[in-house]
């Protein structure tokens, strides 16, 4: 399993944002062929659905973010 997979779980998503985030994972493997940019396209994606108010991006930001930031 890979680094952000990890995360996903270890950062106790929602079981909605936790499938959503696998199965980006899964897209951006597929499309892309080594780790670094996978996770260069990941920061994209999360981005871009963060200003778009997805909520799955939302949640993942909160938690990477950790206990006492706010956006």
């Known amino acids: 399993m890979h680094r952000l997979d990890r995360l996903a779980y270890a950062a106790e998503l929602s079981d909605e944002s ?17 780790d670094e940019a996978v996770e260069r396209a990941f920061s994209g994606a ?15 930001v909160e938690r990477a973010a950790g ?3 706010s956006n």
């Open 18 to 34: 936790a499938e959503k985030v696998t199965a980006l994972m899964r897209e951006l493997r597929q499309a892309h062929g080594n």
């Open 67 to 69: 206990p006492g930031c």
């Open 46 to 60: 999360v981005r871009a659905a963060w200003v778009q108010g997805e909520a799955w991006a939302k949640e993942w």
